[in-house]
């Protein structure tokens, strides 16, 4: 710390109790009240040096013999402070510093120590130490504004506050290693930002503690909110990023907000000395104008952060508007957001369900309205009943999967009513979900915790999810699920089967251009000698695609029972409670249709095995008309 010295004389004060007394020899003649304190001091020395204290000791009155007695009861600095005054007007050794220059200067003020009483007199030598000297250093600049904060009318109506800021707000945006820190004129020892003397231009081995953008950081968190504020602000203005600046608040935030940091590991919290815990209204008023100082811009600072700086206004019922900023600014960065952030406890005196799922709402409401601004909800157009790729659809698709994970997590909660399940669900967009698989666990998992929901509510709740969009593992698993609605179950067994039918007659069409690419092969083959190794990789892969073409068969006449045994379980029902239950069900979802392809795939599989050569006979095959009029032939001819 950069010092300045004042004086020559040996200390000849001595302090008894509550009083100060000076041992020159000489009985002292008056007496200085500074609030508990008294100074047994001399006219003579005093008022040579200061206005105030020389028209008070011409009013005051002579009721004792022995001298004077005035009072100084507003000296900024108090007691402590006239101590120094006291020594300077009588030239004894003392230390300007950063720590007492600020206290000095507005105490020479008040007293109005100027250069007509006396040539080089406190006012002067003040301000040459802080011109010079602390205003040119940053840990000068900050302890000195860090000081203000004791006498900050006196130091806003002297300039000194912002003088002190301006200093520090142009240092903060300035490489501290940029031609070695800081520049002097006047030939006085220079600094670095750390306080290590650099001699010459050469460092003498201390470097900045740090180099990087944010090295001011811890050293700024020390100051008042009030003082931070203003320092912010004069860096804002000065044009530091509001990365940077975000990346202060960040910190500022987590060293007085506990709420923040009972995430952090014991190690890294042990490691730095935590300051004094704030009262809970501080720490509200501190987090109200973090979240006012913060920049609305996407990016900026951390989602935890965020959803950090969210569940402490909740605890500390901080202001509507804060908490509706707060949450605004996460549904910015949505996509960015972990499932362990989404899951903020209920902090409501109701305490309808464990977790807030009404943020969360409200939170994606403010993603899907960004996200149509920009245009990134614009759905891509669809093939095959599947979304083509779309780097837009990213982020989108990223909250749709965080949601359906957010769903499973508080789908157990019995107390979570089932419009709200149902409301959150269906605010993701249709196209958002690829698949369909993340919304069906929830869907199962609601199912599972609430086995009372009435079954008109269960399909309703169903229709939130698309069966065509579910993979062929959920479709197993949906076609063996009790608790799902028969209805379901049967749409779900019917689009798996037109998937893998789909699928087969994919494979029908490549192994036709495979049987035709093998003849033309062998041709090749037979006629060109050498270099057969390609082929034969050719042929094992062929072999391996004819293997998966025979499973997924087999997987298909599988289904196909299924679907006839549930055929024949709902006539057994129709049976008993009316013959018309069959036929309404068909019509209503298409059976009659559905069974007429069941069976005309059942004809075309079978047809294919016989003439795969396995007791094929002939290797004839016979259309279902053929059979038809050869049926009627024997009918004739039997009659």
């Not at 939170?363 to 891509?380: K, N």
């Not at 390609?534 to 997987?555: C, F, H, I, P, Y």
Request: net charge neutral; charged share 25%; with cysteine.
């Amino acid at each position: 710390m950069a010092c300045m010295k004042l004086g020559s004389k040996t200390d000849a004060f001595q302090r008894q109790g509550r009083a100060w007394f000076c041992t020159t020899g000489l009985p002292s003649d008056i007496v200085v009240e500074v609030g508990e304190m008294s100074f047994h001091l001399h006219k003579f020395p005093l008022l040579s040096r200061s206005g105030v204290v020389e028209r008070l000791i011409a009013e005051s009155s002579d009721e004792e013999e022995d001298g004077s007695f005035i009072k100084l009861p507003d000296i900024p600095g108090g007691a402590k402070t006239f101590e120094l005054v006291a020594k300077f007007c009588y030239g004894v050794k003392l230390e300007l510093t950063p720590s007492n220059v600020v206290y000095l200067r507005c105490a020479a003020e008040h007293l109005e120590m100027t250069e007509d009483y006396g040539e080089g007199n406190l006012i002067s030598q003040t301000e040459i130490f802080l011109n010079q000297v602390v205003l040119r250093n940053w840990k000068d600049s900050l302890k000195a504004l860090q000081t203000c904060d004791d006498i900050l009318s006196h130091a806003e109506e002297l300039q000194i506050t912002k003088r002190c800021i301006e200093s520090l707000a142009v240092k903060a945006n300035t490489d501290p290693n940029l031609f070695g820190w800081p520049i002097m004129e006047h030939g006085g020892p220079m600094q670095s930002p750390g306080g290590s003397v650099l001699w010459n231009g050469i460092s003498t081995g201390a470097r900045p503690k740090k180099s990087s953008s944010d090295w001011w950081y811890e050293d700024v968190s020390n100051l008042s909110l009030a003082l931070y504020k203003r320092l912010i602000s004069a860096m804002e203005s000065r044009g530091v990023k509001q990365e940077i600046i975000a990346g202060s608040l960040t910190f500022y935030a987590k060293k007085y907000l506990p709420g923040l940091n009972r995430r952090k590991g014991t190690t890294e919290s042990s490691s730095r000395l935590a300051p004094a815990p704030l009262a809970e209204e501080d720490q509200k008023l501190l987090l109200e104008e973090i979240n006012r100082l913060l920049t609305m811009q996407k990016g900026l600072v951390s989602t935890k952060f965020l959803f950090g700086l969210l569940r402490t206004a909740m605890i500390l019922r901080a202001d509507p508007t804060c908490i509706s900023n707060l949450e605004r600014r996460i549904g910015l960065q949505l996509d960015q957001a972990t499932l362990e952030d989404l899951l903020m406890p209920n902090f409501s005196y109701s305490m309808e369900t464990l977790y807030n799922v009404d943020c969360v709402q409200r939170i994606l409401e403010h993603f899907l309205a960004v996200d149509q601004v920009t245009g990134g909800a614009s759905p891509c157009s669809v093939d095959d009943g599947r979304l083509m790729g779309s780097p837009s659809l990213t982020p989108i698709t990223m909250v749709a999967k965080l949601i359906d994970g957010y769903l499973a997590e508080v789908a157990p909660d019995v107390n979570l009513k089932l419009p709200k399940f149902q409301s959150l669900a269906a605010a993701v967009p249709e196209y958002a979900r690829p698949l369909d698989d993340g919304l069906y666990r929830s869907i199962d998992i609601y199912l599972k915790s609430h086995p009372w929901l009435a079954e008109s509510d269960k399909e309703q709740l169903c229709r939130l999810m698309d069966c065509q969009k579910l993979s062929l593992e959920a479709c197993t698993h949906a076609a063996q699920n009790e608790r799902l609605p028969l209805r379901v179950i049967v749409q779900v067994l019917f689009f798996e089967q037109l998937q893998l039918r789909t699928s087969i007659a994919g494979c029908f069409l490549v192994s036709d251009n495979l049987d035709g690419s093998r003849q033309l092969r062998s041709g090749l083959v037979g006629s060109t000698e050498g270099g057969g190794g390609g082929w034969a990789t050719a042929v094992r892969e062929n072999q391996v695609l004819k293997v998966g073409m025979d499973s997924m068969r087999m997987r298909v006449s599988e289904l196909e029972k299924e679907c006839s045994n549930m055929r024949q379980e709902i006539e057994k029902l129709g049976r008993v409670k009316g013959s018309s239950t069959w036929e309404g069900v068909s019509k209503k979802f298409g059976f009659k249709i559905r069974s007429q392809m069941c069976s005309a795939q059942e004809g075309s599989v079978s047809n294919q095995n016989n003439g795969g050569g396995s007791g094929g006979g002939d290797g004839k095959v016979e259309k279902p008309k053929d059979k038809h009029r050869k049926h009627k032939k024997v009918l004739s001819s039997e009659g």
